[in-house]
């Protein structure tokens, strides 16, 4: 069996974070690990209260991990502060880690902050060039490339500034437009569009984590990047199209649609 790790924070919700990425990675049929890098209390509505590990213990997590189920890839997301991010980029360099995706989490739909600036900036120097994908959405990628975003040519720009400057793959992630959700792929000077039909669903919570951790599953079943990518968001749009409805804000995916033999593209 195949087998993924995600570095992540828990959504107590269930709906982001360590709990979709585990639901993800378990219906694409990959045994799932997690490294914990903070609780949240959060639900459908936002972020109440969020509760970091100390270093120490994301640090024994991770050893704890890698010295017995070695992950053939592996998700970061949500990863608030810097002495976390200092941890991770070690233990990655130690175990000499693969097929890593990096999912830089700064801000949930529902406006809470999950991440503070010196963490961005470590983000950006320790992290990012271990990165095999980087999956920023459109407010992410703005506050990483330092250009604001309104046109598909300035998700191309944006997309350049971050591969060129991190040395690695990167896809802009669309579902922040208005009208459309294509993801624009850049790697090696080059782009590409992955299309999307925009489906008309208020309950998007965890769309990034949902997608980021699809393309990880695909990654650790050996799948080359941009076919990882297709194939994860034909899962991720699926899981909109289930039209889940739960809770009084936006609610979570339904992860198991692809269980239930119905929605197929
Ligand atoms: N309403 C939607 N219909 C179809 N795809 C969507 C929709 N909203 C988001 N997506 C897709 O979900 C994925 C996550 O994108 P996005 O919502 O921008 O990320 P994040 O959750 O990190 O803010 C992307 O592939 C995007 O195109
Ligand atoms: C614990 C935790 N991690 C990440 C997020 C953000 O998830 P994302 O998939 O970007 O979805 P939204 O929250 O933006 O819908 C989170 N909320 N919690």
Redesign the pocket.
Known sequence: MKTALTIAGSDSSGGAGIQADIKTMTVHGVYAMSAITALTAQNTMGVQKVMEVTPEFLSQQLESVFTDIYPDAIKIGMVSSSALIEVIAEKLTFYDAKNIVV?P?MVA?SGSKLINDKAIEYLKNKLFAKATLL?P??P?AEILSGRTIKTSEDMIAAARIMSEEYGTAVLC????ALNE???LFYYNHQYKW?I??????SN?H????T?SSAITSYLAQGKDLENAIWLA?NY??GA?RAMLNLGKGSGPLKHTWNLEGGYEE
């Open positions: 999912d989490v739909t999956t959405n459109i992410e992630k669309g579902g922040h959700a294509n993801d992955f999307g039909e925009r489906i008309e669903n998007t965890g769309t990034g984590c997608l968001k991720l749009s909109l």
